[in-house]
C-alpha cells in the first residue's frame, strides 16, 4: 500500500434495520492534508465517520492505517490508531479545567505514580503559548466560547498523538473570525503532518481549506477530486445527483401589502436598543450583522421568550402586550429558533405530535385530546411539506436536519400566524435540503406572510431578502433594499461603518 496515505478505508458496508446507510465505500486520505466529506443529509457521512472513530463497526471492508490493517471496534481502539473526533456536539466537562480536560482519563504520572499536575498544565500553557492562545490553563471548560472549546478539543487530539483528526461540522457556530482563527490551526495541523477530514456543508469554506474532496450519495461513493479541480457548481451537483444551475429559486408572483409587524424604540437596555422596524405582508426582511450584534435576542423578545425594558410590539397597527410566548401564539406571531435541537420540537416525540403540540386547544374533548382529529389535521401539513420519513410516527431526532426544519415551520404554520420569524433557518442542512427551504419561505411571503429572516449567510441573506436591515452592537446600523445590497456593504454597516 503506497505511504502517501495515512488512511486508507476500503469497500466499507453498513446497513441498520431496513436501510443500506453505507455500500462499498472508499475513502484515501493523504498525510498532512485536509480532505472534505461531502453529501446531503443522509447521504451516510455521519455513519463512515463513526465507523472510523469507533462509534459504530462496519459489516465489512477494511481500514488500514499507513498501508496496516486495523480493527476499529471502539473509541479506544480508534484513539490507540491516532483517529480522533471532535463532535459537532463539543462534550467537554464543563466543570474541569483546560488542562483537565485535555488530559482527562489519560492523566500524567509522577514517579510515584501520583498524578503529576504541574507536568500537565506546563505542557498545556507551552502548547497555549505556541498557537498563540488566549486561554488560561485553569479556566473551567464551561466558560469558554465554542471557538475556545474546539481549540481545547484540537489540543486533546494532538496531547494524544491523533494522525487523523475529524472535524465535524466545525464552524456551525463561530463568527467569521473564529472561523478564520480555526482555519489557521489547521493549517498549523497540516504543517504538523496531521490530517484533517472536514465535514461541512459551507462550500466556501472547503474550496478555501480543503486539497481534496470526496463526495457521497445516498450512502454511496460518488468520487474523490481535487478541490482546485473544481468549481461549486460541480460540487453541488456530485452531491445531489443533478445539476443545481441558482442555489436560491426564484420568487413567486406577490403583492406587498401594508405593515404587518412594527417595533418602535424597543429595548432591553443590555442587547439591543432603540430599535425601529417595520415588516409588511408579503415581504421578506432579512436581518444581517455579526455574532453578538443582538439580531436574536431582538426577535426573542419580540415573541416573549426574554425581557423587554422598553418600547412598543405594534401588529396591524395596533399595540400589543407580550409578556411571553403563549401572548406571540395569540397574536399570531411566531419564530422558528436558531438551535432547533435544544428549543424546536421535541426529540423523542413524532412528527404528527411535534406539528400539532402548539394546538392541542384545537382538539380537546370535555376531558380527552381527539387523537383522530389531531392526526387529521398535522397529516395534512405532513404530506404539504413533503417530509421524508418512514411515516408519520418516526421520530424527529432521527431525521435529516432539512427534514426537522420542514417539521418546525409545519408546526408554527398549522396556527396560521401573520408574521413568523426564521432565525439561521438553513443552518447545518445540505444544499438540496436548502432549497426546498428557500422555496418555502417564498411561498409564504406569496401566501401573504410577513417574513423576517435572521442569517448569518451573507449570500443567503442577498439571495432572498426584499429588503435587508444590518445591525452592530444592538443597534440598527443601516438598511438597503434588494437591488443595492452588497457583501460589501453590509458588512461595511455590520462592523459599525458608514456607507459613503
Known sequence: MSSEYVLQMQNICKSFPGVKALEHVDLNLRVGSVHALLGENGAGKSTLMKILAGIYTADSGEILIQGQSVRIH?????????????????????????TENIYLNEELKGTLGFIDRKAMRRNVEQFLEKYNLHISPDEKYGNLSVAQMQMVEIMKAIAKNAKVIIMDEPTSALTLQETQTLIERIHELKARGISVLYISHKLEEIEQICDEVTVLRDGKFVATKAVKHLDRGEMISMMVGRSITNVFPQPEEKTIGDVALELRELTDGKRFFD?????????????????GAGRSELFRAV??????????????????????????????????????KKTGFVPRRSIVENISL?????????????????????????????IKASGPEQQVVSLSGGNQQKVILAKWLMGEPKVIILDEPTRGIDVGAKYEIY????????????????????????????RILVMHEGRLTGELNRQEATQEKIMTLATGGELT
Open 74 to 98: 471502539s473509541v479506544d481502539d480508534a484513539k490507540r490508531a491516532g483517529i480522533v473526533m471532535i463532535h459537532q456536539e463539543l462534550s467537554g466537562a464543563a466543570n474541569l479545567t483546560v
Open 275 to 291: 430599535i425601529n422596524l417595520s415588516v409588511r405582508y408579503g415581504e421578506i426582511v432579512g436581518i444581517s450583522g455579526l455574532m
Open 303 to 340: 415573541v416573549g421568550l426574554d425581557r423587554m425594558q422598553g418600547g412598543q410590539i405594534l401588529l396591524d397597527g395596533k399595540p400589543v402586550a407580550i409578556h411571553c410566548a403563549a401572548d406571540a401564539i395569540r397574536n399570531k406571531i411566531v419564530m422558528v429558533p436558531e438551535d432547533r
Open 358 to 386: 402548539p394546538h392541542l386547544h384545537r382538539f380537546r374533548k370535555p376531558v380527552f385530546i381527539d387523537k383522530k382529529a389531531e392526526k387529521a389535521c398535522a397529516m395534512e401539513y405532513y404530506r404539504a411539506f413533503n
Open 439 to 466: 422555496q418555502m419561505i417564498h411561498h409564504l411571503a406569496a401566501q401573504g406572510l410577513a417574513v423576517v429572516m435572521i442569517s448569518s449567510e451573507l449570500p443567503e441573506i442577498l439571495g432572498m431578502s426584499d
